[in-house]
């Protein structure tokens, strides 16, 4: 099956820094989305994104189907962006699943 | 906010003991889904629906059973619990129109110890 790769696996940042997420998939995909799991569990909608680029306040995301990664961009971090996030991509040639990666842990210290 | 709901939120129970899960959405979404989420290994499909009583395995199906009797409410049973079975659950819901998948919304998710 399809396999998603995140990059990095931690990130550790001061309050107010940049960063960049990356998620790598290995086929073509018909579905991409972006979530934060905030640190009481809860999976958040950031990006339905399959191609192209979004923005959404401090937020924005660029998927580039043909070369089979997407990038997650947050810039002047606080201390609520702490969490984990999943890139998470559906196959054309699978089933209805979406496919996780395991996340990118990113810790804002104040 | 997706209208998703899960219940219990907590639950502790003991091996060979029977546990259904519930999941309850307010969307009319044709698909459902429920996920487990353990450490590792990010989110893992257990079983999907995509209509009343049409449901289909996913990777990790095996000591799991769902059943679907209304759109609004999805199950998932777990026959005999095994430690094994010791995770957080996640329910989703999405709609496809055309050719076009949508996103896929989660709920809160559903604590399961099993002892």
């Known amino acids: 099956g399809i396999q998603v790769e995140q990059s990095p696996p931690d990130l550790i940042l001061q309050e107010g820094a940049n960063s960049t997420l990356r998620c790598n998939f290995s086929d073509s995909v018909n579905n991409l989305q972006w979530f934060h799991q905030n640190p009481w569990g809860q999976l958040i909608n950031l990006f339905y994104?399959?191609?192209g680029t979004k923005q959404n306040g401090r937020l924005s995301a660029t998927t580039v189907a043909t070369e089979r990664y997407s990038l997650l961009y947050i810039s002047s971090s606080q201390t609520t962006d702490s969490g984990v996030y999943f890139c998470?991509?559906?196959?054309?040639?699978?089933?209805?699943?979406?496919?996780f990666g395991t996340g990118t842990r990113l810790t804002i210290i104040p | 906010d997706a209208g998703i709901t899960q219940s219990p939120r907590h639950k502790v129970t003991e091996t060979g003991t029977p546990v259904t899960l519930r999941c309850h959405q307010t969307?009319?979404?044709?698909?459902m889904y429920w996920y487990r989420q353990d450490p590792g290994h990010g989110l893992r499909l257990i079983h999907y629906s995509y209509g009343v009583k049409d449901t289909d395995k996913g990777e990790v199906s095996d000591g799991y059973s769902v059943s679907r009797s209304k759109t609004e409410d999805f199950l998932l049973t777990l026959e005999s619990a095994t430690s094994s079975q010791t995770s957080v659950y996640f329910c989703?819901?999405?709609?496809?129109?055309?050719?076009?998948?949508?996103?896929?919304?989660f709920g809160p998710g559903t604590r399961l110890t099993v002892l």
């Open positions: 989703a819901i999405s709609e496809f129109q055309g050719a076009i998948y949508n996103e896929q919304f």
């Open positions: 969307e009319n979404h044709r698909y």
């Open positions: 998470a991509v559906r196959s054309n040639f699978g089933n209805e699943k979406l496919t």
């Open positions: 994104i399959p191609s």
